[in-house]
Antibody, heavy 122, light 107 residues
């Protein structure tokens, strides 16, 4: 069974750093791109970027380029989303989601993590 | 960048009604269009890909159509469990953009 299990909710202060995780299982983790999606409170889905765990090739939405870093550790089948200096506006639910086809980045997302709620407040 | 615009932003319909949601791309994207359903407090779920192909397990009352810039998601007979927000997503490149969403409620 394909599963993406994300790390737990985080409460941080502005200016702090954070790294959240998404662990894949039940499939070849290195063969499928994994993306990250932001959902601010009461708002829609925003696609942030995508990584190929096989070689760590990464693509970012222009809206998020330079604001976050996406990485992966294929040895433990885990993708990451990190911030170096959080802002209150980073408060949101963050989802990881797997690409639906082997080796392709421009495909829909068929499996999703349960989401990680990040709250940034002083 | 290609923008995806959904309409309406919300709608209210009766059980059994036919519901249609529209998604428009600012440039042609062939049929590289997916639809997702997100129920309140839940994770998004892939409903349709390639504009009209139903994902496995999705009820047949859902259907999609369109190509190029104009796409539609149709629920042929609205059910109470269809209360959700629906999003389109274009995927003709590695930049996967979502539409703004359409919230569907029961009247």
């Amino acid at each position: 069974e394909v599963q993406l299990v994300q790390s737990g909710a985080e409460v941080k202060k502005p200016g702090e750093s954070l790294k959240i995780s998404c662990k894949g299982s039940g499939y070849s983790f290195t063969s499928y791109w994994i993306g990250w999606v932001r959902q601010m409170p009461g708002k829609g889905l925003e696609w942030m970027g995508i990584i190929y765990p096989g070689d760590s090739d990464t693509r970012y939405s222009p809206s998020f380029q330079g604001q976050v870093t996406i990485s992966a550790d294929k040895s433990i089948s885990t993708a990451y989303l990190q911030w170096s200096s959080l802002k209150a506006s980073d408060t949101a639910m963050y989802y990881c989601a797997r690409a639906s086809s082997v080796g392709y980045d421009g495909v829909p997302n068929d499996y999703w993590g349960q989401g990680t709620l990040v709250t940034v407040s002083s | 960048d290609i923008q995806m615009t959904q309409s309406p932003s919300s709608l209210s319909a009766s059980v059994g009604d036919r519901v249609t949601i529209t998604c428009r791309a600012s440039q042609g994207i062939s049929n590289y269009l997916a639809w997702y359903q997100q129920k309140p407090g839940k994770v998004p779920k892939l409903l349709i890909y390639a504009a009209s192909t139903l994902q496995s397990g999705v009820p047949s009352r859902f259907s999609g159509s369109g190509s190029g810039t104009d796409f539609t998601l149709t629920i042929s007979s609205l059910q109470p469990e269809d209360v959700a927000t629906y999003y389109c997503q274009k995927y003709n490149s590695a930049l996967l953009t979502f539409g703004g969403g359409t919230k569907v409620e029961i009247k």
